[in-house]
């Protein structure tokens, strides 16, 4: 029996439901986190959580639970799981007012969801690489907004699968901001490049993670700079971020190699940083 989290109660699984009516299942009016969970304490919480305000915020909502409340939460469901390396995930919708109507509701309770699954340990090794494909970025003008709204994710996402590929490099007029479901860096002309902060992408918590351990080693060429996608396919290197994956080598993109088609130096320069940082917390 799964355990999750719904409005205020834990239940099985089996026996949660929400109405026909809510509004993350009729309009995806919600927001979501993911977060990730090593050794039993959730990796960067407070910036998850930072992130979750901004999401709510974008869309006009207030946090409905306080952080030791979050916690408490994540503690119980955390317990339920039999590993200690877990992934959480909350959502927040904005309610069921039995009825539908585009404009807000007023006075709807928002719906709260939130469950724990086990994941895969972490590795201390350099990962492998992985295949990617590009395609047209078809989503709205706010992809920093954590939406639930993730029609335009999925249908990338099942394309990549078919082209038995990891991931999906989306494309928008002629640049390479992110993935369907991750951030992307790139090695350019020496640089190793991410696109900056933008209403384009999703401000990833691995992706900051990654930003702040290149500050601290300037011998390693950075620059926050967004690349074409004529840039990323002449990259040296290329990977892709997220808080469950970690960071990905991306040694294959459409079907062509990048690079000398091996995992590159300077992610081994970089993952190891970032593991000495996990390791730390």
């Keep these: 029996m799964t355990l999750v989290y719904l409005n205020g109660e834990y239940l099985s699984a089996e026996s949660a439901k929400i109405s026909p009516f809510d509004r993350g299942f009729l309009f995806g009016d919600g927001v979501y986190e993911v977060i990730p969970v090593f050794g039993g304490k959730p990796f960067r919480l407070a910036e998850h959580l930072d992130r979750l305000d901004y999401s709510l915020s974008q869309i006009g909502m207030t946090n409905p639970l306080e952080r030791e409340q979050w916690q408490d939460i994540f503690f119980r469901l955390g317990a339920d799981v039999a590993t200690p390396d877990q992934s959480i995930y909350l959502q927040i919708t904005r309610g069921a007012p039995l009825q539908r109507d585009h404009r807000f509701p007023e006075n709807s309770a928002p719906t709260v969801f939130v469950y724990a699954k086990p994941i895969a340990s972490p590795s201390l090794q350099p990962q492998a690489g992985i295949a990617c494909i590009t395609a047209p970025d078809w989503r709205w003008q706010r992809c920093d907004i954590k939406s639930t709204s993730l029609l335009g994710s999925v249908l990338p996402s099942e394309e990549a699968a078919r082209a038995n590929a990891r991931e999906a490099i989306l494309i928008r ?87 000398n088609g091996e995992v590159g130096e300077v992610y081994k320069r970089v993952w190891a940083l970032y593991v000495a940082f996990r390791q730390s917390l």
Aim: glycine share 8%.
């Design 173 to 259: 007029d002629g640049m390479a901001f992110e993935g369907a479901s991750s951030n992307v860096f790139a090695v350019i002309d020496g640089v190793l490049r991410t696109a900056p902060k933008n209403r384009y992408l999703l401000g990833g918590i691995t992706r900051d993670v990654v930003v702040e351990l290149l500050a601290q080693h300037p011998d390693i060429a950075f620059s926050e700079a967004a690349f074409t996608a004529v840039e990323l396919r002449s990259a040296s290197e290329i990977w892709i971020s997220s808080s469950t994956r970690e960071i990905l080598p991306v040694t294959l993109l459409d079907g062509q190699p990048v690079g």
